[in-house]
């Protein structure tokens, strides 16, 4: 099946590609550790609550059950679709960079 991907928008945001690889890791970091810890709680918690409801959803249309781990590489593919509209936004890049590494956290759990 071949996916339409429209061509990339022009975007307000400021080109954040001249980031650093430490400067993307570290604003990362601060996201997965700091801010969106004390905003939501631990990650894999949290994604194991969106499992959860995605499972209900998913299992009754398609019988389908969705870990922790699952929510997470979903949610970085999420933020790819969106890095193919705007290559260089800065929130897009780092949120995928912080959730590769609550994967890395949920595989601990899940196997």
């Known amino acids: ?3 339409y991907v429209p061509p990339p ?3 307000d945001s400021p080109d954040y590609s001249k980031y650093s690889r430490e400067e993307l890791l570290e604003t990362a970091k601060n996201i997965v550790t700091k801010d ?12 194991q609550v ?7 959803y998913l299992k009754n249309k398609y ?4 870990s922790s781990s699952d929510v997470a590489l979903m949610m970085n593919l999420m933020k ?3 890095l193919t509209q705007s290559p ?9 960079i912080g959730y590769l590494a609550c994967y890395g956290e949920t595989i601990k759990k899940n196997f």
């Open 9 to 11: 928008t022009q975007s």
């Open 36 to 47: 969106r810890n004390n905003t939501y709680g631990e990650p894999e918690d949290a994604f």
């Open 50 to 56: 969106i499992a959860d409801y995605w499972s209900v």
């Open 80 to 82: 790819i679709a969106r």
């Open 1 to 3: 099946m071949a996916v």
């Open 63 to 66: 019988n389908i059950q969705v």
């Open 88 to 96: 260089t936004h800065h929130d897009s890049i780092t949120d995928a």
